[in-house]
Nanobody, 119 residues
Framework: QLQLVESGGGLVQTGGSLRLSCAAS????????IGWFRQAPGKEREGVSC????????NYADSVKGRFTIYRDNVQNMVYLQMDNLKPEDTAVYYC????????????WGQGSQVTVSS
């Protein structure tokens, strides 16, 4: 069973950067498309990004395009989300999960990592 663990969240000022990490134990991520979605209080879940198993194809929500970069290291069995030029509206709990390119189907997510962007 795929179990994912997110890390790397925290508190940052507007314009700052954070890198989220997604790890799996005991299972290779190499055959999975892995992505990130976020959940803010009182808001609907939002698909943020998804990267294919090979790492060659990725997709982003319009709200983060040009600021976030998803990448993976299949040797290290990790997936990352580099978040730059963060805005207060990026504040949410971020989850990594298996994903669809359309960013509307996420499964097997972890416990989440809180990202807070102060204005």
């Amino acid at each position: 069973q795929l179990q994912l663990v997110e890390s790397g969240g925290g508190l940052v000022q507007t314009g700052g950067s954070l890198r989220l990490s997604c790890a799996a134990s005991g299972v290779s991520l190499q055959t999975y498309s892995i992505g990130w979605f976020r959940q803010a209080p009182g808001k609907e879940r939002e698909g943020v990004s998804c990267i294919s198993a090979s790492g060659r194809i990725s997709n982003y929500a319009d709200s983060v395009k040009g600021r976030f970069t998803i990448y993976r290291d299949n040797v290290q069995n990790m997936v990352y989300l580099q978040m730059d030029n963060l805005k207060p509206e990026d504040t949410a709990v971020y989850y990594c999960a298996t994903c669809s390119y359309s960013l509307d189907d996420f499964r097997s997510w972890g416990q989440g990592s809180q990202v807070t962007v102060s204005s």
